[in-house]
């Protein structure tokens, strides 16, 4: 009887191990892209969309939030949780923001067990409808 206690406790100890330890050794940081247009008009409504890459979402190891910043300010944060994980290991969050001067954005995005990979950076550039009408005109010279 001693020797099949002996078994089972460490089939159960290698089980254990298994499930939360494989998962997290074969997964990797949470990492993040911006898709978002070079330039905007003043006034122009643009969508920014952040492309998060995480090997390994499971209850026990995801991406934990992803965070936008424009300008230094952060507009918006996406939370998960062991109960509300992300939609899958590959997956896209969109905002929308009114561009009404250059716009400076950073998106990162951190795995609840290895941090962040990066943090991605763009800038739109906003030109006001004069500034581009100027440049549209023919020089006199």
Known sequence: MGNTRAV???LCAA????????PAAAANES?????????AAVGEQVTITLDVVHEGNNF??????????????TVKRWEYSMFGKPPGENFSVSFS??????????????CNLHGSRNVAEQTITVESA???EQSAEPSGE
């Open 8 to 10: 089972l406790l460490c």
């Open 15 to 22: 089980l254990m191990l298994a499930v939360f330890f494989v």
């Open 31 to 39: 990492a993040v892209e911006i898709e978002a247009p070079e330039e």
């Open 60 to 73: 026990i190891h995801h991406t934990e939030w992803v965070e936008l910043q424009i300008n230094g300010e």
């Open 97 to 110: 923001y009114t561009a009404e001067k250059d716009l400076q954005l950073q998106a990162e995005a951190s």
């Open 130 to 132: 004069a500034s581009s």
